[in-house]
């Protein structure tokens, strides 16, 4: 959707009658909705400048101009496209406008910089990024873009940035690839920005190819397919085996059933921790594509789709397939059937409103459904780890019905998490209280379980088996506040336990990629960096919120951190229904330790702060270091000698 289009004459004449904003502004309240006045100032002043880059008689007078194209699927705007041809080959030109007058460099963070938006500094991506990302999303997706070889130019233009000088950060070395791929031009750098223009735009097209964009079917490009395809082949951690490959082509037979008869539907998938939900999910956003249907990854929780774009890419630059991992408020205004699939990894995790302030949407399961043609949700009900968990299944189903959705329902059962080790989990299970478990003293010999006396001793063995290959990872239960000053500085300590003489800083906030960070293994994960991933061993430092007492084990919800947002509201709850905040609280401390010591394939090592806890944890793991020599049929007594 394009908002306004003219052709050059048309677009320099609206501006020095001073009508161009007022039908920009009566065309964006008809289209979209109502208008922010921050954008109405931004056009004015803007496209003044855009004005005075675009009179020169050498840039084609039937030249098209768009301003603010919606790409479809996305949120994201274009603020002017600049379209003609090149020679014999057509030509848009992508161009982001910025009001920009200083900017930070941000270490650690691909294309990111800080900049002053609405009176705060904000992290935000690069211009040219922005461009570049943009002009990249449309050769992707647009179909008349790749059947018309249409030629896209990104820049990016900053009219009140100062002149650029030496080591200025808006082109410091971190960002070369953006600013090489979409230059940025600045305050007097208007005839350069000119230059660029005519030596892309040699003749005019009468808006022709704004129309070809505009008009263009929305379908994955051979090329994003194919680098998709090549990105999956050769990587292990994307293997599927056993019942992922059944639940895997009974998608691909929803998919097709789903787009030739036009019937709605949802395929509902549980699964336990480490049944392997998130591989297959990334091998059918893959195939998926590949088959030409428009697919999204999606979820709740950033790290998972960070993370696993980041493995799926290798050394594909950041941008091309960013906009197949997205997040689950992504389709609050999205059109009905918009999407061929959806796939919703976590979707235990989904929330009912969207938004920083969840004042958006109605319902985030409803607003997946309504916008898929199949709609995908791997669960497990036992994750929910926060208030505004609503994810389940009941809910899916229920709004599947309303929509008149087909549902099938599958189930992933097969263990690749914990070295295959069902036994482990329904220990796990047993000990925290979660469910009655049968063996739960029993699990396959090859899975290490140890419980520390010291927490620097289980940091140290994480960090020496780290070495092999960075896949060994502690975190915590959320009973330490996250210092606000030092979220990006590795040395200021947000986690003590002062009586173990032990210090160390929570994940910092420069990276969403913690889990796999080459240097993160010196700080503490907790359950928001981690969840939907896994590491051979994970190390869990349980806090004063899980304790053991008059022979069970027992949640304080009262000692968790004033920074943790996984129980807001619980105060207000406890003040209107008492049990019911009690019971809210215990759930989600049980699943989120549950979640923590589930994210170990070879081993779960645990320290406690609680000293009875502590001994409850050893009893119980030198039962089940029994139960395991017993069935190997070693003398118990000679374990004994081992083990006592």
């Known amino acids: 959707m394009i908002v306004y289009e003219a052709t050059k004459n048309e677009f320099c004449n609206d501006v020095f009658e001073d009508t161009l904003v007022s039908n920009i502004v009566t065309n964006y309240n008809t289209r979209i909705g109502k208008i922010n006045e921050s954008e109405v100032r931004s056009w004015n002043n803007s496209m003044q400048f855009m004005y005075r880059v675009l009179l020169d008689d050498e840039i084609p007078a039937d030249a098209g101009i768009a301003i603010e194209f919606q790409i479809p699927h996305t949120s994201k705007r274009v603020d002017l496209l600049i379209s003609g041809k090149d020679g014999e080959e057509d030509s848009i030109i992508v161009v982001e406008l910025k009001q920009w007058d200083k900017i930070e460099k941000v270490v650690g963070k691909e294309a990111i910089v800080k900049t002053f938006i609405n009176r705060g500094l904000i992290e935000t991506t690069h211009p040219s990024y922005q461009a570049w990302s943009y002009a990249a999303l449309i050769k992707d997706y647009n179909e008349n873009a790749q059947k018309d070889n249409i030629n896209l130019h990104p820049c990016a233009y900053l009219h009140n940035y100062n002149k650029l000088s030496v080591g200025d950060p808006l082109i410091d070395q971190v960002y070369d690839y953006y600013v090489d791929q979409a230059p940025v031009f600045v305050k007097g750098g208007a005839a350069d920005l000119r230059s660029f223009i005519k030596r892309h735009i040699q003749f005019g097209d009468n808006k022709e190819n704004l129309y070809k964009i505009e008009n263009g079917r929305i379908r994955p490009s051979k090329s994003l397919q194919d680098a998709l395809n090549n990105m999956l082949q050769g ?59 428009v697919t999204q990854y999606v979820t709740k929780n950033a790290a998972p789709r960070k993370v696993y774009a980041n493995k799926l890419k290798k050394d594909f630059r950041k941008g091309h397939i960013d906009n197949l991992f997205k997040g ?37 399961t409803k607003e997946i459904i309504n916008a898929s043609k199949l709609s995908i949700f791997f669960i497990d009900e036992r994750q929910r780890v926060t208030l505004k968990d609503k994810g389940n299944v009941k809910t899916i189903e229920e709004f599947a019905k309303n929509e008149n959705a087909e549902i099938t329902l599958g189930y992933l059962d097969s263990q ?87 210090a160390k800083s929570w994940n910092l906030g420069n990276s969403e990629t913690w889990a796999i960070d080459e240097e993160s293994i010196h700080e503490i994960g907790c359950i928001h960096t981690c969840q939907g991933l896994e590491f051979d061993y994970v190390g869990v430092i349980i806090g004063d919120d899980l304790i053991f007492q008059d022979g069970e084990v027992k949640t304080d919800y009262t000692k968790r951190a004033k920074t943790d947002s996984s129980l807001r509201g619980i105060k ?19 699943n989120s330790y549950r979640t923590l010591m589930t994210r170990g394939q070879k081993g779960c090592y645990i320290y406690c702060t609680d000293k009875d806890l502590q001994e409850y944890l050893e009893r119980r793991v030198k039962k089940l270091r029994l139960e395991i020599i017993d069935e190997k049929n070693y003398s118990v007594a000679e374990e004994q000698e081992r083990y006592f």
């Open 235 to 293: 990587n292990e951690e994307f293997i599927m085996i056993d019942d992922q490959k059944v639940i895997y082509e009974t998608a691909l037979q929803l998919a097709d059933k789903a787009t030739r008869t036009g019937t709605n539907q949802v395929l509902i998938v549980r699964g336990g921790p480490g049944t392997g939900k998130s591989v297959l999910a990334v091998n059918l956003l893959v195939e998926l594509t590949k088959r030409n249907l």
């Open 328 to 364: 689950s408020g992504s389709y609050v205004n999205a059109p009905e059937n918009e999407f061929d699939v959806l796939i919703v990894d976590e979707a235990h995790r989904l929330n009912e409103k969207s938004g920083m302030f969840q004042h958006l949407g109605e319902n985030q």
């Open 416 to 502: 690749f998490r914990c070295n295959g080790s069902d036994g482990f989990l329904a220990w796990v299970d047993d000990v925290l209280d979660i469910r009655n478990t049968a063996n739960a003293d029993f699990i396959d010999n090859n899975y290490d379980v140890q419980v520390f006396s010291d927490p620097n001793e289980l940091f140290n063995v994480i960090d020496n088996l780290n070495k092999k290959n960075n896949k060994s990872r502690v975190v915590a239960g959320y009973c330490w506040d996250w210092i606000k000053d030092g979220k990006n500085n590795t040395n200021i300590h947000d986690i003590e336990i002062k009586n173990k003489n032990f």
């Open 572 to 590: 207000k709850m406890s003040k209107e229904d008492p049990e019911k905040a009690f019971r809210e609280a215990d759930v989600i401390i049980r």
